[in-house]
């Protein structure tokens, strides 16, 4: 008999790994949710691509009706509309995104009054018309043991759909926690913690003058080469900007667009190029995700690109799991045009 005890011990949830967990179409303005998912469409890349033009009004009227039920039962939502996950692993599920990312949060840190469930995704558990006892049903963590024991986890009652279109549990969280601390920060730095200016001739002498130590000396600058740099720095056609943080001191620079490729990689994909170099007294101490988060904000709302994108050095994995824990991905690897130095290629939807 299945009890609580031998449940599946956590929730999954299955992302767009360039996008981040918890983007959800139904926290965002109809209007807003109506053009991305019309944006998804024309792509035609991935699962959502084939959902129909009436899918979200749908969703909405469906989620009324599970938080409904959910109220009806002793439940306690905090949200008008729910984050989804599914109880244990689903692992096929990944197969609906170019680049499917898996994340398990512990049933434990669930408030059991903010969690609901289906027995099926939503849409055929409300709307299959067949004589199945759970359709049009919602359950609360406290049924799920029961359910179960009737009807088997679908994953492995029913893993191709055989025997139905019910292949897993799905669970609503009605409530943020624990969700926020799961989902990505790269907004969570506010961008007056830096003030970004177009560089300045003092400004761009000053970065040019920093030493890192090896292996990351590839990133200095010869001293018998800094004017020209200087200048090359200071050209309108590559958009360089200081950053400067609360005690107006000069803490890293960045640019934007073409300097920020390297010479060798494909670039075809239409993507904002994004280059950091944070000053080296502060490199290696766990602060590139606040420096990262800010050249993010800043280009975006700058520039208002579709994707982001950065080219980091093979060797530099300090660089590449900062960038990565924004939410990049990897997207190609290649050597330098100039002496086949090798180069790695990441990117995510902005």
Same mark, same amino acid.
């Given at each position: 008999? @299945?009890?609580?005890?031998?449940?599946?011990?956590?929730?999954?949830?299955?992302?767009?790994?360039?996008?981040?967990?918890?983007?959800?179409?139904?926290?965002?303005?109809?209007?807003?949710?109506?053009?991305?998912?019309?944006?998804?469409?024309?792509?035609?890349?991935?699962?959502?691509?084939?959902?129909?033009?009436?899918?979200?009004?749908?969703?909405?009227?469906?989620?009324?009706?599970?938080?409904?039920?959910?109220?009806?039962?002793?439940?306690?939502?905090?949200?008008?509309?729910?984050?989804?996950?599914?109880?244990?692993?689903?692992?096929?599920?990944?197969?609906?995104?170019?680049?499917?990312?898996?994340?398990?949060?512990?049933?434990?840190?669930?408030?059991?009054?903010? @969690?609901?469930?289906?027995?099926?995704?939503?849409?055929?558990?409300?709307?299959?018309?067949?004589?199945?006892?759970?359709?049009?049903?919602?359950?609360?963590?406290?049924?799920?043991?029961?359910?179960?024991?009737?009807?088997?986890?679908?994953?492995?009652?029913? %893993?191709?759909?055989?025997?139905? %279109?019910?292949?897993? @549990?799905?669970?609503?969280?009605?409530?943020?926690?624990?969700?926020?601390?799961?989902?990505?920060?790269?907004?969570?730095?506010?961008?007056?913690?830096?003030?970004?200016?177009?560089?300045?001739?003092?400004?761009?002498?000053?970065?040019?003058?920093?030493?890192?130590?090896?292996?990351?000396?590839?990133?200095?600058?010869?001293?018998?080469? @800094?004017?020209? =740099?200087?200048?090359?720095?200071?050209?309108?056609?590559?958009?360089?900007?200081?950053?400067?943080?609360?005690?107006?001191?000069?803490?890293?620079?960045?640019?934007?667009?073409? =300097?920020?490729?390297?010479?060798?990689?494909?670039?075809?994909?239409?993507?904002?190029?994004?280059?950091?170099?944070?000053?080296?007294?502060?490199?290696?101490?766990?602060?590139?995700?606040?420096?990262?988060?800010?050249?993010?904000?800043?280009?975006?709302?700058?520039?208002? %690109?579709?994707?982001?994108?950065?080219?980091?050095?093979?060797?530099?994995?300090?660089?590449?799991?900062?960038?990565?824990?924004?939410?990049?991905?990897?997207?190609?690897?290649?050597?330098?045009?100039?002496?086949?130095?090798?180069?790695?290629?990441?990117?995510?939807?902005?």
């Amino acid at each position: 008999m @299945i009890s609580k005890s031998n449940l599946p011990t956590f929730l999954s949830h299955y992302y767009e790994a360039a996008n981040g967990p918890f983007r959800n179409l139904s926290h965002v303005p109809l209007t807003e949710a109506e053009a991305r998912l019309a944006a998804i469409r024309k792509r035609g890349d991935v699962f959502a691509s084939k959902r129909p033009t009436d899918y979200l009004s749908v969703r909405n009227e469906l989620e009324d009706r599970v938080r409904t039920l959910f109220i009806e039962k002793g439940g306690q939502p905090q949200l008008s509309h729910p984050h989804y996950m599914i109880l244990g692993a689903c692992p096929w599920v990944k197969s609906w995104y170019k680049q499917g990312a898996e994340l398990h949060i512990p049933l434990a840190e669930f408030d059991p009054d903010t @969690i609901s469930f289906t027995y099926g995704d939503t849409f055929p558990a409300m709307r299959y018309q067949d004589s199945s006892p759970y359709r049009g049903r919602v359950y609360t963590l406290d049924e799920v043991p029961n359910l179960i024991r009737q009807f088997g986890l679908p994953q492995i009652t029913n %893993p191709e759909g055989a025997r139905g %279109p019910d292949r897993y @549990i799905e669970a609503q969280v009605w409530a943020e926690q624990p969700i926020t601390k799961y989902m990505r920060t790269d907004r969570e730095i506010p961008l007056s913690e830096f003030t970004f200016q177009p560089i300045d001739e003092a400004a761009a002498r000053t970065v040019l003058n920093w030493r890192y130590p090896a292996p990351y000396d590839i990133y200095n600058s010869k001293p018998d080469n @800094i004017e020209n =740099d200087i200048q090359y720095l200071l050209d309108p056609q590559y958009p360089y900007f200081s950053m400067t943080n609360q005690a107006d001191e000069l803490v890293a620079f960045c640019t934007y667009g073409l =300097d920020a490729q390297v010479p060798g990689g494909e670039y075809s994909t239409e993507a904002l190029d994004i280059g950091l170099g944070m000053h080296p007294n502060l490199t290696g101490q766990g602060l590139g995700i606040q420096f990262v988060q800010a050249v993010i904000q800043f280009g975006i709302q700058t520039y208002h %690109p579709e994707r982001l994108r950065v080219t980091i050095a093979g060797f530099n994995q300090r660089a590449r799991r900062v960038w990565e824990k924004a939410g990049f991905v990897f997207e190609q690897e290649f050597g330098r045009r100039k002496d086949n130095h090798p180069f790695v290629i990441l990117i995510r939807m902005a």
